[in-house]
């Protein structure tokens, strides 16, 4: 479908007068539920909508009264940061009657609601979607019983739907990633990282148990963010005889002086016939063929609880907005629809399409059609398990192709969570591609003074879960060493090279470009990993570590917030990193339900400063008792943090105090979270695949070495909306700001908007990704996977 025009709403010309917007959340909980209401919520009453609050999911609409109750912009506030759902979900059989359905109607044409935002899983999106083929048909009966008036038929005629997905197991077909998922996985992962510790010390082995009846999403995807040494999902029993193969893995490891395993089980792992896998069963196994000291540990509800992660609060922010634009502008022949996640880009898809490729998946595994069942999951879920295959899993030497060809792996720049991640990844697809790889301690600082060793697979053990650099990284850049550089890659005869960093990387990579034209050694394939807090590097909507620094910057502002509670009323200004970049700002604002967020890329003066104290002081006037501003480090030279803080203190005295906090380093540090070991491990997979094409395609067999001079053997691998893209870095020169270390276009911008509207301000709002019904695709082109959201 061609894309629509760009265009902007503006608060003026929204349409939501005369309508009534009811939101529900239904079946099982998810973190950032709360988000979701939060941003239907507020949206709905931006858009001059009446929006209602349907306590306890389908239970409530169907008892009526109280449950049923009407919200305003303040019964939303504080309740971002909330895990689990306020308002209530229950599992409703009576809604499942058509006597129950008829009630429901009554109650909600009694309120005037036409509009419904229903978040749940596949289940309760179905029921809805059956409730809005029968409404004429309900009203109709309500008529004859006397219930309603004749002319309520037609002033109701239609119940328009809009579905959110609220599930952490990520079992729904049609996006990406569901609400909760990734708070989920931050759960498990927290709990596997603490079982590591213990279990390195006594050398044991733990079998862990995570959630997932019908899809192992969680399962595997915690494997690959641990580096587990075995996996069973339902979506891909093990092959007959696997427990042999499982203790001759496990042996194997320990072996190769590994003090512990980690073995994750979906709870509905099964095998080839269909019997149930339990975690009882594999620690007896262990115990029995390895004599291994083994203990099992089932999570169960704690992947349900907690705070939701930043990843999550964004979705279900941007999700619940785009589902009031949905509402608006749906007609009477509009299919019920679900907003859905596609790369980095929200989509609309028909519901009932998503819902009957979800059955399909079912009935795939039922029928022991697991290779369909997983196709069926979507290519994300697909490259995750070959992925995990790759990495987890070491062919025998016999096995492994002779490439002959040497790669190195090094990082650049400042530390990111998630570097190591890549690394590790780079290093094990290119043994399993048959290279040999060459590790670069301290960046380009290193490789001139010759620090590079081979590195081999269990080098990289463990390594998903640190924090930082362990190979180690420094800012230099090459152009004063190229001919040392060149030496040494002489001397070690390297093939190819893989950098992991931020903006550094990317001018190195420039340079080594440009100095092809002077040393043939730099005449080779060469990769960059974009890696950075602050998200600066251009080519690429996201990087690795800007996640886990986005978690950090959230986790701290609730904890500052919390702070307040039961004081006076309060406004802190937090500054954040990012050099010249906002992303940091912007986006954490968005996640903690900041007030203002001052960035590098839209510039502000005094008249806006005076403008959020003066929208400040209004809020605090009414039930609202803390304010939230964030204040990139490089945003304005002159108004720095000390000013804005004091003016605060000065203009909001009498009404509210101010405080500040500048978070620094910690925005750096701490363990990946994990999306950053998945963004790196896959990414990082990915370039290596292409490297070993790269490195065949340019072979020159009379010669008998590698030759690549062209523009497209030196590449930045980037995620850009749905694509995952390798762009010649000579081509994403004109598309960079050097002397602010920025891209001169910035997808996160269109995100601002979104965040002052959620505050309360009156601004325009860029809708032209909004507005078309695509369709559910089986198979995407390869290109244009960018499942890398995990």
Not at 237 to 243: A, I, K, N, R
Request: net charge neutral; with cysteine.
């Amino acid at each position: 479908m061609a894309k629509p025009e760009s265009k902007k709403i503006f608060f003026e010309n929204l349409s939501g007068a005369g309508k009534a917007i009811a939101v529900l959340t239904s079946g099982g909980d998810a973190q950032g539920m709360n988000a979701a209401v939060r941003a239907v919520v507020r949206m709905g009453l931006y858009v001059g909508a009446k929006v209602y609050f349907i306590h306890e999911g389908y239970q409530g609409m169907v008892d009526g009264g109280e449950n049923i109750e009407e919200a305003s912009w303040e019964s939303v506030s504080s309740m971002l940061q909330v895990g689990g759902t306020v308002i209530g979900s229950a599992r409703c059989k009576e809604f499942r009657s058509h006597e129950g359905r008829l009630k429901a109607a009554l109650n909600l044409v009694q309120q005037g609601i036409t509009n419904l935002c229903v978040i749940g899983g596949d289940g309760s999106l179905t029921g809805a979607n059956l409730f809005r083929e029968e409404w004429s048909g309900l009203l109709a009966e309500l008529v004859e019983q006397g219930s309603i008036e004749a002319d309520a038929v037609s002033k109701y005629s239609a119940l328009h739907i809009v579905g959110m997905v609220g599930s952490i197991d990520n079992d729904f077909c049609g996006t990406d990633m569901t609400i909760g998922t990734d708070s989920a996985l931050h759960r498990i992962i927290e709990v596997v990282d603490a079982i590591m510790t213990t279990a390195q010390s006594h050398q044991r082995t733990f079998v862990l148990e995570v959630m997932g009846r019908h899809c192992g999403y969680l399962a595997l995807v915690s494997a690959l963010a641990c580096g587990a040494d075995w996996v069973l999902i339902p979506e891909m029993p093990p092959e007959d005889g696997w427990e042999d193969k499982m203790c001759q893995k496990l042996s194997a490891n320990r072996a190769g002086m590994k003090r512990l395993n980690i073995l994750i089980v979906a709870e509905g792992a099964i095998d080839r016939s269909n019997r149930p896998i339990t975690t009882d069963y594999i620690k007896d196994l262990v115990v029995k063929c390895l004599g291994f000291d083994t203990r099992v540990t089932i999570l169960g509800h704690v992947q349900r609880g907690g705070t939701p992660s930043a990843f999550d609060r964004i979705l279900a922010s941007r999700m619940g907005v785009e589902a009031v634009l949905a509402l608006l502008e749906t007609t009477a022949n509009t299919p019920a629809c679900v907003v859905s996640l596609c790369g980095n880009q929200s989509v609309r898809l028909p519901l009932m399409e998503c819902v009957q490729m979800t059955q399909e998946v079912q009935r795939a595994m039922d029928g022991k059609r697991f290779e369909e069942a997983v196709k069926l999951r979507g290519r994300s879920f697909e490259n995750n398990l070959k992925t995990y295959k790759l990495l987890a899993h070491r062919k025998p030497e016999s096995e492994l192709p002779t490439s002959n060809f040497n790669v190195a792996v090094l990082n650049v720049g400042a530390p990111a969570a998630g570097m190591n991640a890549a690394v590790r990844s780079a290093v094990r697809v290119g043994i399993s591609e048959g290279h040999k790889m060459f590790a670069v301690s301290d960046g380009f600082e290193g490789f001139y003074k010759g620090q590079i060793r081979e590195i081999k697979w269990a080098d990289v053990g463990g390594w998903t879960g640190q924090g930082g650099s362990l190979l180690g990284t420094k800012r230099t850049l090459p152009a004063k060493h190229v001919d040392k550089i060149a030496e040494q890659m002489r001397e070690h005869n390297i093939n190819a090279l893989l950098i992991v960093g931020g903006f550094e990387a990317f001018e190195s990579l420039l340079q080594l470009c440009e100095a092809r034209a002077t040393h043939e050694e730099f005449c080779v394939p060469m990769c960059m990993l974009p890696a950075t807090i602050s998200n600066n590097v251009p080519g690429t909507d996201l990087s690795i570590g800007a996640d886990t620094a986005l978690n950090a910057i959230v986790e701290t502002c609730d904890r500052i917030k919390q702070s307040a509670s039961g004081t006076k009323r309060r406004v802190f200004i937090i500054e954040t990193m990012g050099g010249y970049c906002g992303y940091l700002a912007s986006v954490g604002g968005l996640a903690a339900g900041a007030d203002a967020a001052y960035i590098f890329e839209e510039p502000f003066d005094i008249k806006d400063l005076q403008a959020n104290v003066e929208h400040l002081t209004e809020k605090m006037k009414t039930s609202i008792q803390r304010g939230l501003v964030l204040r990139n480090e490089n945003c304005n030279e002159n108004y720095t943090t000390d000013f804005i803080y004091q003016l605060y203190s000065e203009e909001g005295r009498g009404v509210f105090d101010s405080r500040k906090n500048v978070l620094g380093h910690m925005q750096q540090g701490g363990a990946p979270s994990p999306f950053d070991r998945n963004f790196g491990t896959k990414i990082s997979a990915k370039a290596m695949q292409w490297v070993t094409k790269k490195l065949v395609e340019t072979f020159r067999h009379d010669e008998g070495r590698v030759f690549a001079n062209t523009e497209d053997s030196c590449c930045l691998l980037g995620m850009r909306r749905r694509a995952l893209v390798f762009q010649p870095v000579v081509q994403l020169k004109g598309e960079t700001d050097f002397v602010h270390r920025i891209p001169k276009e910035q997808w996160w911008l269109k995100l601002r908007p979104l965040m002052k509207i959620l505050a309360k301000y009156k601004t325009s709002y860029d809708v032209s990704d909004s507005g078309q019904l695509e369709h559910v695709v089986r198979n995407r082109p390869k290109e244009s996977d960018a499942s890398v959201a995990m």
